[in-house]
């Protein structure tokens, strides 16, 4: 893929703003697990890759490994790409052209910055200690530069959409520990230290 000029994907990205476009309702984001799901089951079945329908295949690389950065793998769960979360967000921005200039537009500045900072490398050719460099003056808006503060707000709705990915399938409610919606056939009330870590008591104690 052609790499955008910095003007052109600050002209794409600034042309919605980023927190606004790529805000999403539960509805959304139960809808988008379902066609993932469902794309997922069928690409298992007949033993052909996901295919997105609004990433480029340079897009959808760069979405795997940013998501990837942001949840890794480790010994109690999956990683991001492993939970699907490239397809739910290739879902979440069909037909949705605000989300779509939003999200096309931060791609090409974090390659833009790449391309800039690291011998001309878009950030999917990049080093690892390169991505992590960009990122790590990137995640912290109370510590950026403002030069980058587009690439700021790209990446703190970029790094949102990736949780609430994650953490809404089976996978990452099983890595939460969650434990709710189960029968309790005794209840025997607030453990005694999570009382006194809240400062307070049952009456008549």
């Not at 329908?53 to 990683?79: C, Q, W």
């Not at 900072?117 to 912290?140: E, H, M, T």
């Amino acid at each position: 893929m052609k790499p955008i000029s910095r003007r052109t994907a600050l002209k794409i990205f600034s042309s919605a703003p980023v927190a606004a476009a790529m805000a999403w309702t539960p509805a959304e984001a139960e809808q988008a697990h379902s066609r993932m799901q469902q794309a997922r089951t069928q690409a298992a079945r007949t033993g052909t890759p996901f295919k997105p329908k609004f990433f480029t295949p340079h897009e959808y690389a760069t979405v795997g490994m940013l998501a990837n950065l942001i949840i890794p793998k480790d010994e109690r769960s999956g990683s991001a790409t492993d939970a699907g979360v490239p397809e739910f967000m290739d879902f979440m921005m069909t037909d949705e052209p605000r989300r779509q200039t939003a999200m096309r537009g931060g791609l090409a500045l974090i390659d833009e910055i790449c391309l800039h900072r690291f011998d001309n490398k878009p950030f999917v050719a990049c080093s690892d200690a390169q991505r992590r460099q960009l990122l790590d003056d990137i995640a912290f808006p109370a510590k950026a530069k403002p030069g980058l503060s587009h690439a700021v707000a790209f990446f703190s709705s970029f790094r949102d959409l990736t949780a609430s990915g994650f953490w809404t399938t089976k996978m990452g409610i099983a890595d939460l520990q969650y434990e709710g919606n189960v029968f309790v056939q005794d209840w025997e009330g607030c453990p005694d230290e999570a009382l006194k870590k809240l400062g307070v008591r049952y009456e008549g104690d």
